[in-house]
């Protein structure tokens, strides 16, 4: 890929900047030789060493958006701090790249099988708490995928078994002035050379808070003194610098001299034992912690209960209680704001965060409280009860917000999934996990609901309404997964349930995963039988309503395969009139995306263009990459018929980038796959090699979200 093309239009994920960066000149030119794919001479796997708070993630960030134009595949952030369990690494990682796997094979098969031929590099953020999980991947990765690089950040080195060359960058804290040796920032002796990127940093942060603030001659001492003390370490001096609202510079240096470096660690025994930087970051964020008002230390301890990130409804919800009222939080919460101890989101100023280091600390300290339980079960209450609600108004015009707020918050309800397991309480498993796979299944995350449900429907859950749907969603996922012999198998016990239940609806509910695996399988007759075999009741609101127009789907599917294009467009109106009335856009996008089909099997080339494009924006709104895939063939055989072959050949290289990641070409169907030939050879036909190649070429250069763009318009190319 050209390196002039746009960060918005290669493949990739790396957050924007929104602070700015200072410093580590020299780090980052050593990591743009180490990280350059074309020297092999380097190792693959490069890990940034260094004590919490020192810079690592930041570094990491900056060398990548450095490289990333060397990398046609794109770089890949991985956040592993929210994960809480092992075994989520590899999770995390196809969550990272947009994988939308639709396979059962082990999550690193699937990683390896896309990786193969890819040139891409990894960046895997924050490993120190899941080191043997990273190790392994990385192990089998580096194996199968020689055109792959790894940029990893921990507080120790992976250690990795097999991989003498992984090449360990040090991390040490910022200079105070410019010039020091690597290895001296902690042992600062002011030569009275030019200010280093420490005083840089604190000069930089200090303007933040006390607007107008400069580093001149009367400021300059006191404030090599205060990153002196810091030991250069950035997160120290941030927090540092953020109390000069409050502080004059003298009286932040004074305060620091009185509690610097004193053993303030109150809740860790024997810290005093550990690596010196180490000890004075814990004892910094102390000083800042001492530094708050009570209710503040409250509020700072039970925020470490999330993962990664929250707003502040949560914040109010889950962490209000006893002497910290839900109506001081707002307020509250600014005020951690103002302090850096609390940062506002990357990308969403409605939501905050907490980075590692202050988060353990305030672990550590709601552990010392007695709350971790009680705060648990708080976060599992609020999530918990917000899954409920996205199922209760799923089939509503609210659809679209909620699988904003599913998506947002993933993280979260994997946390609050792990605790309901962890307490062995059944039916507030079952119910959780109903709710939140059924939720995780209609927004691409297939591989958490299957985990999530399978773990509590082989523990004998009693019958009820959160049974039935705790198995229509694992038949559901089986479906999407190509697991055929799964969802035979778990559509049978869901309709037993059903039909034990007694509830109408939840019957016909049932009838789209028995219907649907006969659908896949080719058996057509019998799947046209239970799929007309149940009555159309009034719609409803909740999950079982979004079923129900999942059964009129599959049948709409069974009407087109059969040849029978009049009792498919029949039922597929039927679906979008009922979609737009109720405003709901999951079977209204796949409705859309039949009806395409159905027009471009007529000749309506114009129709089906249209509702193939309004097709293709629901389903990238509601994180169905199979929708996606599915319409985009659709849409290059339309265009292609319009006699536009270069927007045709663009339109089937972001098809192709979006169905490797499905990591199943055309859901193996004979007759999709048929069809995605045909228009290629007409395409190919059409352009000749040259500029078949050189338009194609262009769309595979395409970021997802820009293909999904040029998809949506309705302009011709050239």
Known sequence: MPENTTAEERPGNLPPETRSFVGRRRELARLDGLLDPADEGHGRLVTLVGTGGVGKTRLALNAARRVAPRYPDGVWFVELSPLRAQGLVGFAVVEALRLADRSTCPVTDVLADWLADKEALIVLDSCEHVLPDCADLVRALLSAAPGVRFLATSREHLGHPSEPSELRVEVDPLPLEEGEEEGEAGDFRGRGGRPGDALDLFAQRAAEARPGFVLDEDSAGPAAAVCRRLDGIPLAIELAAARLGELTLRELDERLGERLPSPLDLLAVGVDEGPLRHRTLRTAIGWSHELCAPVERLLWARLSVFAGGFDLAAAEDVCSGGPLPAGRIPALLERLVEQSIVLRHRTDARRF???????????????????????????????????????????????????????TEHANLRTAMDCALSERDGPTALRTAADIGFLWRHCGYLRDARHCLDQVLTADPAPGPDLVRALWARAAVALLQGDLDGAERWAAVCMAAALEQGDAVAVVGASYVTGGHLLLRGRLGEALVVLTGTDLLPVRDDWLGSAQLQVRLALSMTHLLRGNLTGARAVADEVRAESVRRGERWAGAFADCFLAQIDLAEGDLAAAARNARTAIVAHSLLNSTLGVAHTLDILASAVVATGDGHRAARLLAVGQRVWERLGSAQLQSPDLMSARRACEDLVHEKLGTEAYTRAYEEGLAMSYERGIAYAAEGTPGP
């Open 353 to 407: 965060q907490l980075l590692d280091s202050v988060r353990d600390f305030g672990a550590d300290w709601l552990r010392a409280l007695g709350e971790e339980r009680t705060l648990r079960l708080r976060h599992l209450g609020h999530y918990g009860s917000l899954a409920r609600g996205g199922c209760t108004e799923w089939n509503t015009g609210r659809q679209l917000l909620w699988c904003e707020r599913v998506i």
